[in-house]
């Protein structure tokens, strides 16, 4: 009897009020629970994905997600790439504004109004007789309105039985808040004239005389800066979407008949004829039904060389059309085009990619629950023994403040905003402190060619002329020509016959030749400049010299132009995607950093080989001929293999695979939807600053986990003392201070980080 395979179907739901990667693995773990559902939540992009049957509503899930404690939402439909609103930001932009501004403005007035409430408690000279009354009002609405989604994470925690950095920092904010309460109200603390004086002794004391507002004022405003910068990094997280679609023509010319209509691209429908003249780009996927152009496609498949289209041809979306008037007949619109698959795999890619478990989480789910335990056995203890209840709630309490972790919330912050500083004056960009730790693991680096190891754009490299022939003769009458096409490659020729040549004549009766090349009128010779074929059409052949010059460069991967004059044939040009110079010292300095550097592009293998020699790359690193997808496979690949991929693209076609990747870098001088997918940004565009990207991202995370370490040892080694009752509050106040000084200074130390090379 046939088994019946259940229908099933997928959703993405954005989740809310996730704080660290503990809620997504509780989320996750609630929605698994489900029969018929398989869900995986991630933190970063603070989506969960989920597969469920067809018994299974999503209002189910939501509901399943909402008994957790948290909210979600089922995905708003997105617009077509170029249709309105899918470019201009308007709504959205102002809704991820909208999700920070109650943030900041907790943020604010805990800082604002924290900074004297620590003054004052630190230094006796502020102390005056009242002092303490006005610590208490200015403390207040910090440890109460800005300090709430802490109190109210750890509430959710507490109903499903966790405990995270939330729980600590909100038990210990309390605690320090509500004890310095009871001492004002009915200890001495709240006695005209108190004052903490500087005493370095340990006694044990009943509590009375002690506050503790600084340090619940003062966590309070160091936690909160660290989640603002934190969730001002993460609001990024679907930038790459955003760019990708920004990529396509928001309006385009329909044929209606005889007459042209402009319309929004979103109207467009498959079977449509459009219009595409020179420089603009393509509204959607199609097939050429009349005239022929170059077609520049390097942002979607890496190809370096903009390929020649006519009647019958199929063309993509978002590409620029370099030459002639084409008319191309929708084939492709909306979600079905390449551009917005190639949206859905940067998307995928993102939500595959695991969330870092924060280092400072990990530690406090043995750290909390132990602190808690100790604090409730302190006071059992000493109210066993006798010590009074003053005495044992004091115990009790000051291990709940020494564990606060005023230090820890440094720890993190100020080494990224120290690294990332540093970064930023050396051209390199770090979105935040997960992408740190993939470089910590990554041991292979994949380099995109187009743009990343090579400029990307199309260089006269070489002239080869016949005997009697002079360079400067050749590039004066072919740049000539050349300079009155729109073509890319004559772009380039033009381009370096100015260079090497200066000013160009004008050419007469100048004439396009489609797919072969150009013709006319330069200084009283008949020019011909295009390819082989343009010169036999006037029974022109190449002299053997030449054509060995043609085949040696086209095996290298470059383009050969040929060059006649007068009904012969007189030089050939070779042109191509010139490397960078930087290119081999920078493979030099990755591999130094213990990397395997691949080569991957959309371009042949012999021009991907040629490059890759020039450069250091031996040929079985070499992966050529790939499409978008392609790259994401190849990635994957390598991580299946076990290893961890760095990825280092400039492109459209790249930023699936960036995002895919344990570590993506971008180059600043390529696609938004790039940079948006990277997690480290080199601005300059120079490949030699990945590696410094990579030393400076490892050294950060090393003064990370440094400050982690004595923030932690700090709280370790004083809870003996809290816990046996002779914990001093200065001395406690004194040693807060000296871990997060200590904290600061080491972060300090990231600004002498020098590049290798400049």
């Known amino acids: 009897m046939a088994t019946t395979v259940p229908d099933t179907a997928e959703v993405e739901l954005a989740i809310g009020g996730m704080t660290c990667a503990s809620c997504a693995a509780r989320i996750e773990k609630n929605l698994n629970r489900m029969e018929g559902v398989t869900a995986a939540v991630n933190y970063a992009t603070e989506k969960a994905k989920v597969a469920f049957e067809a018994d299974v509503a999503v209002s189910d899930l939501i509901a399943r997600v909402e008994a957790t404690g948290y909210t979600a939402r089922a995905p708003q439909p997105e617009p077509a790439p170029g249709a309105a609103g899918a470019t201009d930001g308007g709504p959205a932009q102002e809704t991820e504004a909208d999700e920070l501004r109650p943030l900041r403005q907790r943020l604010v007035t805990a800082v604002v109004l924290a900074v004297p409430v620590i003054a004052m408690a630190m230094v006796p000279a502020l102390q005056f007789e009242y002092w303490q009354w006005l610590s208490l009002t200015l403390a207040a609405p910090v440890v109460t309105y800005a300090a709430w989604p802490f109190h109210k994470a750890a509430f959710t925690n507490a109903r499903h039985g966790a405990a995270t950095m939330d729980t600590l920092i909100s038990v210990g904010t309390s605690a ?192 909390v629950p132990v602190v808690i335990a100790l604090a409730l056995g302190t006071l059992g203890f000493w109210l066993g023994n006798g010590a009074g209840i003053t005495a044992a709630f004091t115990a009790a309490v000051a291990v709940l403040i020494i564990a606060c972790p005023c230090a820890l919330g440094l720890a993190t912050p100020t080494a990224l905003m120290v690294g990332t500083g540093r970064g930023a004056q050396l051209g390199i960009l770090i979105k935040g402190p997960e992408v740190l730790e993939s470089t910590r693991k990554v041991d292979t680096i994949v380099l995109d060619k187009t743009g990343t190891v090579t400029t990307g754009r199309m260089t006269l490299l070489a002239v080869h002329t016949t005997d009697g022939n002079q360079e400067v003769d050749v590039l004066r009458l072919a740049g000539a020509l050349e300079h009155a096409s729109e073509h890319p490659i004559a772009q380039a020729v033009a381009a370096g016959a100015t260079e090497r040549v200066g000013a160009l004549p004008t050419p007469e009766d100048f004439a396009n030749i489609p797919g072969l090349g150009v013709q006319g009128i330069v200084d009283g010779h008949a020019v011909l400049v295009g390819r082989e074929q343009l010169l036999a059409k006037w029974s022109i052949a190449l002299p053997p010299a030449l054509r060995r010059a043609k085949a040696d460069a086209e095996t290298a991967g470059r383009t050969a132009i040929a060059v006649a004059w007068d009904g012969e044939a007189h030089a050939v040009l070779e042109v191509a995607d010139a490397i960078k110079e930087t290119s081999p010292d920078a493979i030099a300095d990755l591999r130094a950093l213990g990397l395997t550097a691949l080569l991957l592009t959309g371009d042949n293998r012999a021009v991907a080989e040629a490059v890759a020699a020039q450069v250091g790359i031996e040929p079985k690193q070499v992966i050529a001929e790939v499409l978008p997808q392609d790259k994401v496979n190849v990635v994957k690949r390598l991580q299946d293999e076990g290893r961890s991929v760095a990825m280092v693209g400039d492109g459209v076609n790249d930023a699936a695979a960036l995002a895919q990747a344990d570590l993506g870098l971008a180059m600043g001088t390529g696609t938004d939807a790039a940079i948006e997918a990277g997690d480290l940004t080199l601005v300059r565009g120079d490949l030699r600053v990945a590696a410094d990207a990579i030393r400076l991202a490892r050294k950060t995370l090393g003064t990370i986990r440094s400050n982690l370490f004595w923030a932690f040892a700090y709280n370790i080694a004083a809870l003996p003392l809290a816990a046996t009752g002779l914990l001093n509050p200065m001395i406690a106040g004194a040693a807060m201070a000296f871990s997060s000084v200590f904290v600061v200074g080491n972060s300090l130390r990231l600004r002498r980080f020098q590049a290798a090379t400049r």
């Open 176 to 367: 320090a808040f509500l004890w310095s309460l009871w001492a004002l109200f009915f200890g001495t603390a709240g006695m005209p004239g108190m004052t903490h004086p500087f005493e370095f002794t340990i006694t044990r004391s009943d509590g009375g005389g002690n506050i503790y507002l600084e340090a619940a004022a003062g966590v309070t405003a160091f936690i909160l800066a660290g989640r603002y910068f934190e969730a001002r990094s993460k609001r990024k997280a679907g930038a790459a979407l955003k760019a990708l679609l920004q990529l396509g023509a928001k309006d385009v010319t329909v044929l209606r008949g005889d007459r042209e209509e402009q319309i929004p691209v979103g109207e467009l429908k498959a079977g449509d004829r459009f219009l595409v003249r020179p420089g603009e780009k393509i509204a959607t996927d199609g097939t050429v039904v009349e005239g022929t152009s170059a077609v520049n496609a390097s942002m979607l498949t890496g190809e370096s060389v903009p390929a020649e289209v006519g009647v019958g041809d199929a063309v993509t979306g978002a590409t620029v059309n370099a030459g002639g008037r084409l008319v191309v007949e929708a084939t492709r619109v909306g979600a079905d085009t390449q551009l917005a698959r190639m949206a859905k795999l940067v998307e995928d890619a993102q939500n595959g990619k695991a969330a870092a478990q924060r280092l400072a989480d990990k530690i406090s789910a043995v750290f």
